[in-house]
């Protein structure tokens, strides 16, 4: 039904923070391609039914990125699943989704599960310290990418900076590595010009955070990625 390949700008929604109806609305008519809804912690079954109940009430697809077996819900567009690959741990990367399938590997279409290749790059992220990451350099963040797309072939290399305004050489050094694995950047995008800057490279950019601390602002990614994209020949 959605097309990501379609995407290049996505609002993500944390279920464990509080946003009014009206924000919610100019959030979901803003002309954001996708609601992301996913966290780190605080997420329950509750409030994502929650927020997913009210995002569904507009006309875009709603995914559910996948943090807890505990909060997976039905209804959702699409799932995003995390393999963290620079976690030092394979329960982030192999464990926790194997027991997910486990339990309702019968109930699953397939179809529309997405397997995000995930490399957090904000030590002081709370997602960083939870999956026991270990910082990588220049050279691992290459190496993971090529993994993403040449080992795994997964369809997103997700660039998380979670919280802190992102390097735009790496992301351009990381796009020019992948052929066919989408890259999505997020992390610490507070302005148009942030956002114009990551769109240039990244296929995807995720707008998070500014969202509950400046909604002005966060409303403005919106036309700024879809402008950048334009100029550069159109939809990734």
Not at 165 to 174: A, F, H, L, M, T
Request: proline share 4%; with cysteine; net charge negative.
């Amino acid at each position: 039904m959605y097309n990501i390949n379609e995407w290049d700008h996505v609002f993500k929604l944390d279920p464990n923070k509080t946003i009014t109806d009206r924000d919610l609305q100019a959030v979901c008519t803003s002309g954001t391609d996708a609601i992301i809804i996913g966290g780190t912690d605080g997420v329950t079954f509750e409030n994502v039914t929650d927020l997913q109940e009210r995002v569904q009430r507009y006309d875009l697809p709603c995914v559910l990125e996948v943090s807890d077996i505990e909060a997976i819900a039905p209804g959702f567009d699409k799932y995003f699943i995390p393999l963290v690959l620079n976690s030092q741990y394979k329960r982030w990367m192999l464990d926790v989704q194997h027991q997910a399938v486990k339990e309702y590997g019968d109930l699953i279409d397939w179809d529309d599960m997405v397997t995000e290749g995930y490399c957090v790059l904000n030590p002081e992220a709370k997602v960083f310290k939870k999956t026991d990451c270990t910082l990588p350099d220049k050279q691992d963040v290459q190496a993971y990418a090529q993994m993403a797309e040449h080992v795994f072939r997964l369809p997103v290399f997700y660039m998380e900076y979670s919280g802190m305004y992102g390097d735009p050489e790496r992301v351009k050094e990381i796009a020019s590595e992948l052929k066919h694995t989408k890259l999505v950047y997020g992390g610490g995008i507070r302005s148009r010009e942030q956002a114009q800057e990551m769109s240039v490279y990244a296929d995807v950019i995720v707008v998070g955070n500014v969202i509950y601390d400046n909604l002005e602002v966060a409303l403005q990614t919106v036309e700024a990625v879809k402008s950048t994209k334009m100029k550069d020949g159109g939809p990734s």
